[in-house]
């Protein structure tokens, strides 16, 4: 495959990341703040608009889900104010990927394929997911690797 088509492609994947990124972030933040109010007689539609302008949202974009949409959020404990976590679950992919990406080995490298497994996987819900994730990276998870994956311009 031509070197000029792989740019293209790679450059696609990246395309309006800014609006999906806010658009979701937007979604997470208002689900977060929901989570440390009263709800009783709460006037959501107010409260959304409120949240985004403290926010400073762009007013061109809307949150991804609208508080609705969240039926999930509110149905429980288990979910409540962890709309954030899907994009957490990419922050910890992106840099994973990178510490792969780095090594000698590249995506195949059996040194970090090990240390993946022995302080990831292997340990499951026995050790603190921060400390485990620390223990197979060396450094707790950064967010500009997630940022550096979506094509924004960040350095390392």
């Not at 800014?18 to 933040?29: H, M």
């Not at 959501?44 to 609705?68: C, G, I, N, W, Y």
């Not at 288990?78 to 510490?99: I, K, N, P, Q, R």
């Not at 340990?123 to 940022?147: I, Q, T």
Request: glycine share 6%; aromatic share 12%.
């Amino acid at each position: 495959m031509p070197a000029e088509l792989i740019a293209k492609i790679k450059q696609a994947a990246t395309f309006n990341q800014g609006f999906k990124t806010t658009e979701y972030l937007a979604s997470a933040l208002v689900d977060m703040k929901f989570h440390t109010v009263d709800p009783t007689g709460i006037d959501v539609q107010k409260f959304e608009r409120d949240t985004l302008a403290a926010l400073k949202m762009p007013e061109a974009l809307v949150m991804r889900h609208r508080s609705t949409h969240f039926g999930h959020v509110f149905s429980g404990e288990g979910y409540s104010a962890s709309y954030y976590g899907y994009m957490w679950a990419e922050v910890l992919t992106a840099d994973a990927a990178e510490a792969f990406s780095q090594s000698p080995g590249g995506f195949y490298d059996i040194d970090i394929a090990a240390k993946l497994v022995k302080h990831l996987f292997s340990v499951r819900n026995a050790v603190d997911p921060a400390e485990a994730y620390r223990a197979f990276r060396g450094r707790d998870a950064d967010v500009k690797a997630l940022m550096r994956d979506r094509g924004f311009p960040v350095t390392k």
